[in-house]
């Protein structure tokens, strides 16, 4: 590759200090953190050098690759599916992935428990939510999240493990504090109804350029790609956002 080798262990070692420094600064303990190390469009032999750093949970954000790097990469990584989810390609990946970030309709619910229950698994999901209200994201909107989670009653092969938002892409993570703290109040009013099958513990929210701020505003999950793998070639790969 035309990078050197060490540079992922490198920048993962980076990473950590900065979310061990903001976990410090939010009173939080580490082990509250799993870092999701984001590795879309990157080579086997990139995940293989985190791999070897001792990271276990990597994101992705296409499902036919998804595929190809579970079956290629050792079995103990727990696959995360981050992206939009098509309904028809849930079944190649239902049984693959350890958990879905990206639910945001009742038909897709569907789907999944449809495809859960032939695979005789349980799917663990988060809700996505479009907190700023994008045009250009998917997600429910805040509003929309309450009296969705009142139909979740009927999908005995789905857990509900929390939320999951994508902020805004900006400059200034300050500007999307207020879009991580949002995220987390509603998780506290979706927890205090206490319905079956619905947990709230995790809080997948941060990305590279925002997720010390996420930390300090709560966030259970931290997806990081460009911060550990350098930047994604988008010349070559038109689909990745
Ligand atoms: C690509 C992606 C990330 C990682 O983005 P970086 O800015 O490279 O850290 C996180 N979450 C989702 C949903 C993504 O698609």
């Known amino acids: 590759m035309e990078q050197e080798t060490g540079f992922i262990k490198e920048n993962l070692k980076e990473v950590e200090e900065r979310i061990q420094k903001a976990c410090e600064r939010a009173g939080r303990n580490r082990d509250e953190v799993t870092l999701v190390a984001v590795s879309k469009t990157k080579p086997l ?27 290629k990469l050792p079995g103990d990584i727990r696959w995360q599916m981050i992206g939009h989810l098509q309904r028809n390609k849930v079944k190649n990946i239902i049984d693959k992935v350890d958990l879905i970030h990206s639910v945001d309709s009742i ?14 698994v349980t799917a663990n999901v988060l809700l996505e939510v479009n907190m ?12 929309e999240v309450l009296s969705f989670t009142d139909k979740l009653k009927d ?28 995220l987390r109040k509603l998780s506290v009013d979706i927890a ?11 809080l997948s929210m941060g990305m590279t350029n925002d997720y010390e701020v996420a930390i300090e505003e709560g966030a259970t999950m931290v997806r990081i790609g460009t911060g550990i793998f350098g930047k994604r070639n988008y010349a070559l790969d038109k689909n990745t956002r």
Do not use: C, W
């Open 192 to 202: 205090s109804k206490n319905i079956d099958n619905i947990h709230m513990g995790v």
């Open 45 to 71: 032999q990139m995940i293989e050098e985190a791999y070897d750093a001792g990271i276990r949970v990597f994101g992705e954000n296409k499902v036919q690759e998804l595929a190809e790097k579970h079956e």
């Open 132 to 143: 700023a209200k994008e045009e250009s994201k998917f997600g429910l909107f805040p509003e």
């Open 107 to 120: 038909r897709l619910l569907e789907t999944i428990e449809k495809e859960a229950e032939k695979k005789n």
């Open 155 to 182: 999908f005995p092969h789905v857990i509900v493990r929390g939320l999951m938002t994508i902020a805004p892409d900006t400059d200034n993570p300050e500007e999307n504090r207020q879009y991580f703290s949002g």
